[in-house]
Nanobody, 120 residues
Framework: QVQLVESGGGLVQPGGSLTLSCAAS????????MAWYRQAPGRERELVAT???????TYADSVKGRFTISRDNSKNTVYLQMNSLKPEDTAVYYC??????????????WGQGTLVTVSS
């Protein structure tokens, strides 16, 4: 079994910063892609940033220049550094991973989500 666990969400004032973490655990052989999505109240889930293994990162236009995705392969962990936060960044943030298990199964795995609230 493979799971992703996010942490780091919370309440922050506009203009502030937060760093989200997502750690993968379980029977992992390799992780091809890790990504962050978010879902604001009453809206559909949207892609925020992606980081394929050895590939180029991508960002939603709404977060370019403010958010940075990074990963530590030795820890099977992906991070999302969020700067200059705006109230419209308020959402539940989800980690997503494309993971090959030691049993050679490819799984798309989601974390449980972590709430980020940007408010004064």
């Amino acid at each position: 079994q493979v799971q992703l666990v996010e942490s780091g969400g919370g309440l922050v004032q506009p203009g502030g910063s937060l760093t989200l973490s997502c750690a993968a655990s379980g029977s992992i052989l390799s992780i091809a892609l890790m990504a962050w999505y978010r879902q604001a109240p009453g809206r559909e889930r949207e892609l925020v940033a992606t980081m394929p293994s050895g590939g180029r990162t991508t960002y939603a236009d709404s977060v370019k220049g403010r958010f940075t995705i990074s990963r530590d392969n030795s820890k099977n962990t992906v991070y999302l550094q969020m700067n200059s936060l705006k109230p419209e960044d308020t959402a539940v943030y989800y980690c997503n991973g494309g993971i090959t298990t030691r049993e050679f199964r490819y799984l798309e795995v989601w974390g449980q989500g972590t709430l980020v609230t940007v408010s004064s």
